[in-house]
């Protein structure tokens, strides 16, 4: 695995290098500490994490190894969100910590009902709202989304203090409707999919343009170059 993760953050390296994707690199220094399995971790300030912390995930697929870590150690209460359907049913089997609420749908730029694409390879979980090269453009579900705003009402939160969100390309269409929100997210754990899209490379410049202009700084970076942490500063 670390073999493979160390080839991965080569590849996503060069590919950044000769201009295929965004160039990131850290950007503040502060403690980081990983939580979660090397598929599903993100990188965490530890110490600005209080004990009854609210977190929220957005994309929960078939592992909640970041959930659980999170728990483990903080008294927190986490959100979890995914309208994938073999997500669900996965999660319905599963044990799990009893701060850990789980909600059968996605977030979106406005509250409704979209059309899903399934992955092509049928052993894998994630689809996407994308029509992108992993995911069938015939095979899809019709799965529900809520705004952010709507989120925000069920939940009756005020202030987040992680907001994780890996939901395979549509973070670059819902990014400055959580930046705008008003609501204070001390820190964001970001997966990016530039590699979905032709114009990857500028659907980053823009997304990390936008998180920089509300203050956001990236603290860590992953083995494999997808996971970003962030810290409002």
């Known amino acids: 695995m670390e073999r493979n993760n160390r080839l991965k953050r080569l590849e996503y390296w060069i590919k950044a ?4 994707i965004k160039y990131i690199k850290t950007e503040y220094r502060c403690p980081k500490v990983w939580y979660g399995s090397d598929y599903g971790g993100f990188y965490v300030n530890t110490e600005i994490l209080p004990e009854d912390a609210i977190i929220y995930s957005f994309g929960i697929g078939q ?6 870590a999170i728990l483990a150690k903080h ?7 995914d ?14 910590p009893s701060a850990f609420r789980f909600y059968p749908y996605g977030i979106g730029n406005k509250t409704e009902q979209v059309r899903f694409h399934l992955p092509k390879n049928k052993e894998h979980v994630s689809g996407s709202i994308f029509d992108h090269k992993l995911v069938s453009e015939d095979d899809y579900v019709e799965v529900p989304l ?3 705003k709507d989120i ?12 994780k969100m890996d939901i395979e390309g549509s973070e670059y269409v819902v990014i ?4 705008t929100s008003g609501i204070p997210i001390k820190q964001l754990l970001l997966e990016t999919h530039e590699r979905f899209f032709t114009d990857g490379k500028a659907r980053g410049k823009k997304f990390f343009d936008l998180l920089h202009a509300h ?8 083995d494999t170059y997808q996971e970003i942490s962030l810290i409002k500063v």
């Open 17 to 20: 290098r000769i201009g295929k």
């Open 63 to 68: 592992d909640i190894s970041f959930d659980r």
């Open 75 to 81: 008294k927190a209460t986490v959100y979890g969100f």
């Open 83 to 96: 309208p994938t359907p073999k997500s669900i049913v996965w999660l319905a089997t599963q044990t799990v």
């Open 146 to 148: 809520k705004c952010f």
């Open 152 to 163: 925000l009402q069920e939940t009756g939160h005020q202030a987040i203090d992680v907001l």
């Open 176 to 179: 400055e409707s959580i930046l």
């Open 215 to 222: 203050g956001y700084r990236i603290f860590a970076i992953s």
